[in-house]
């Protein structure tokens, strides 16, 4: 029997069904799967790995529990990954191009990748979470004092021309100012605008209207993010298959462990797991859809897709990994290995 065939198989849980399928190729002669066979083999393979062949509830609880481990997953080699982006580099350069012949400085809002008010310790983290603020670290750039004497608008488009001129991508300047509430327009008093160039952006804003601004001046910051590389994407969505399949698979052995146990026992399994579903799978779904507005936008990601997860929701998801813990201390403890018979199903 050839190795696709024996790699494949593997979808199934451990039995004898393994045997009958590589059996039936064996007689079949056939050297390689198709495509629709090896799709169907890993699609009945993993319902069989849930057991409980009569059950559709079972689907559906491994499905959203593959979603919920899926976003931790995905979390996890998310940040993991962060840890090998570029970090900021010396800013001097940058300075330069802006407030040429002035003296700038640069401050940073964070010592490491994130930023957080409150600068928890690990153990505070895990207690209580981030702060509501967390969000990854900026740097920023401004000339000494915030002020420089002059037209708003000609500096603006004329550090466009420079920044430009140095190969960053620059966008056009937007009018920003307080919205008069009688006609909705604009009250003109600043520009902003970015430019990014080697996995960095720089966001522009220029204002009038800061407290104690001189006659005649403006005040001026340049912000410093860096962007989410491409590779980036591709390890999170990587992170996410790994941990939606090992979501699937624990569920599965979990479910076939106490398929034939007593009552209290698939009770103390399912109600947990339940539970924790309804405390997870609202974060694991706003992560998702943070993951791919970071996987589409051209800006800085401001804040991890899984931020959500570690400030407001950080006491619910804590709660609710116990109560998986739980379920799965249960089936270890309590459960027992389900009949061969059990764990076929036809495909």
């Avoid at 021309?161 to 966008?171: C, E, H, N, P, T």
Wanted: proline share 6%; aromatic share 10%.
């Amino acid at each position: 029997m050839s190795r696709p065939y024996r790699l494949l198989v593997r979808a199934y849980p451990p039995g004898r069904r393994r045997g009958e399928l590589l059996d039936t190729f064996a007689e079949a002669g056939r050297a390689r799967p198709s495509v629709r066979e090896t799709l169907n083999l890993i699609r009945h393979g993993l319902r069989a790995r849930l057991g409980r062949p009569a059950s559709r509830g079972v689907v559906v609880l491994a499905t959203l529990i593959a979603l919920v481990t899926g976003f931790v997953g995905a979390s996890f080699f998310a940040r993991v990954g962060w840890e090998f982006v570029p970090g900021f580099p010396d800013t001097g350069a940058v300075s330069e191009t802006l407030f040429p012949g002035l003296n700038a400085s640069t401050s940073r809002d964070g010592d490491g990748l994130f930023f957080d008010v409150t600068y928890p310790s690990y153990a505070e983290v895990l207690l209580s979470g981030h702060d509501e603020d967390f969000s990854f670290s900026t740097l920023t750039i401004a000339p000494d004092g915030g002020f420089i004497p002059g037209d708003y608008p000609a500096w603006t488009a004329a550090a466009q021309q420079r920044l430009v001129a140095d190969g960053w991508q620059v966008s056009d300047a937007e009018v920003t100012g307080a919205t008069w509430i009688a006609t909705g327009e604009i009250d003109d008093s600043g520009r902003r605008f970015t430019a990014t160039r080697d996995g960095l952006a720089l966001t522009i804003q220029t204002e009038t209207d800061v407290v104690d601004t001189p006659a005649g001046s403006f005040y001026v910051t340049a912000v410093m993010d860096r962007l989410t590389p491409p590779w980036l994407t591709v390890v999170s969505v990587l992170g996410l298959l790994a941990g939606a399949l090992a979501g699937w698979l624990g569920t599965g052995w979990v479910s076939r462990r106490t398929e034939f146990a007593r009552g209290a026992v698939r009770s103390l399994t399912r109600e947990p797991a339940v539970l924790a579903l309804i405390l997870l799978l609202p974060q694991a779904l706003l992560g998702f859809t943070g993951l791919v507005f970071t996987a589409v936008s051209s800006g800085p990601p401001g804040k991890p897709f899984w931020a959500l997860s570690l400030t407001y929701g950080f006491g619910c998801g804590l709660l609710g990994f116990v109560l998986f813990a739980v379920s799965l201390i249960t089936a270890v403890v309590a459960g027992r290995p389900a009949p061969d018979r059990a764990l076929e199903v036809s495909s």
